[in-house]
C-alpha cells in the first residue's frame, strides 16, 4: 500500500513565525502536492512538484514556499505565519496521470 | 481554469436509504474523474475513479458512479447507505486541455446517515 505521511497531526504556531510542513511518501512517485482546506471551499491546491527541485505554483500560493530536495520529500513553508493561514494542511503524491494519494494532514493553528 | 461543483454542501439520508451525491465539471474535452471520502480527522481515500472505458465504474464500500460526457457529470451512489457511511465526499476532476497534472476539487458534500 502507498503510505504518504505528514511530519504533524497537529501544530499550534505564532503569527510571524517560520514553520515547516513536511511530507514523506514511500511509493517513488514523481509527483507530490500540498493542498489546504477549508470548510466550504474543498482543497485548493497551493503548489505541486514533478520531481526533484521542480514546481509550480498552485492556486493559492501566496505565503509559501516549498521545497523538494529528495524524491521522497516535500515541504511546505509558511515564510512569516499569518492567522489567515490557519488550516487544515493536506498533502499527496502520485505517478503522472494515476490516482492522488493523501497524508492524514496537519491541522495548523495560527495565534 | 476546470471547475468542479458538488451541489450538495450537506445530505441527510436514513440508514438503508439510497443515496446520490451530484457532481458536474466544466471541462467537455477528456478528463479523469475520482471521488474521495474524508472521515473526520482524516486524509482523503480514494472511493473509485473513471479514467476511460465503461462509464459505469464501482469503488469500495458498495459505492458507484456514472461518467456522463454530454452532461459533464459524474454523480455518486450508493443503493443503501450505512451509519459509517456518514462522512464528506469529494468530486475531483484531472487532465483535459487545462493542465493534466492539476487536480480540482469540488467543495465537498457532508453525508449525514441517521438510524
Known amino acids: 500500500?502507498?503510505?504518504?505521511?505528514?511530519?504533524?497531526?497537529?501544530?499550534?504556531?505564532?503569527?510571524?513565525?517560520?514553520?515547516?510542513?513536511?511530507?514523506?511518501?514511500?511509493?517513488?512517485?514523481?509527483?507530490?502536492?500540498?493542498?489546504?482546506?477549508?470548510?466550504?471551499?474543498?482543497?485548493?491546491?497551493?503548489?505541486?512538484?514533478?520531481?526533484?527541485?521542480?514546481?509550480?505554483?498552485?492556486?493559492?500560493?501566496?505565503?509559501?514556499?516549498?521545497?523538494?530536495?529528495?524524491?521522497?520529500?516535500?515541504?511546505?513553508?509558511?515564510?512569516?505565519?499569518?492567522?489567515?493561514?490557519t488550516s487544515m494542511y493536506l498533502c499527496a503524491s502520485r505517478f503522472w496521470g494515476e490516482t492522488q494519494y493523501f497524508g492524514p494532514g496537519t491541522r495548523l493553528l495560527v495565534l | 481554469a476546470q471547475s468542479v461543483t458538488q451541489l450538495d454542501s450537506q445530505v441527510p439520508v436514513f440508514e438503508e436509504a439510497p443515496v446520490e451525491l451530484r457532481c458536474n465539471y466544466s471541462s467537455s474535452v477528456s478528463v479523469y474523474l475520482f471521488w474521495y471520502v474524508q472521515y473526520p480527522n482524516q486524509g482523503l481515500q480514494l472511493l473509485l475513479k473513471y479514467l476511460s472505458g465503461s462509464t459505469l465504474v464501482k469503488g469500495i464500500n458498495g459505492f458507484e458512479a456514472e461518467f456522463n460526457k454530454s452532461q459533464t457529470s459524474f454523480h455518486l451512489r450508493k443503493p443503501s447507505v450505512h451509519i459509517s457511511d456518514t462522512a464528506e465526499y469529494f468530486c475531483a476532476v484531472s487532465g483535459g486541455q487545462y493542465n493534466f497534472n492539476k487536480f480540482y476539487f469540488g467543495s465537498g458534500t457532508k453525508l449525514n446517515v441517521k438510524p
Request: with cysteine.
Open chain 1, 1 to 85: 500500500d502507498v503510505k504518504v505521511t505528514q511530519s504533524s497531526r497537529y501544530l499550534v504556531k505564532r503569527t510571524g513565525e517560520k514553520v515547516f510542513l513536511e511530507c514523506v511518501q514511500d511509493m517513488d512517485h514523481e509527483n507530490m502536492f500540498w493542498y489546504r482546506q477549508d470548510p466550504g471551499l474543498g482543497l485548493r491546491l497551493i503548489y505541486f512538484s514533478y520531481d526533484v527541485k521542480m514546481k509550480e505554483k498552485g492556486d493559492i500560493p501566496e505565503g509559501y514556499s516549498v521545497s523538494r530536495e529528495k524524491k521522497e520529500r516535500f515541504s511546505l513553508i509558511l515564510e512569516s505565519a499569518s492567522t489567515n493561514q
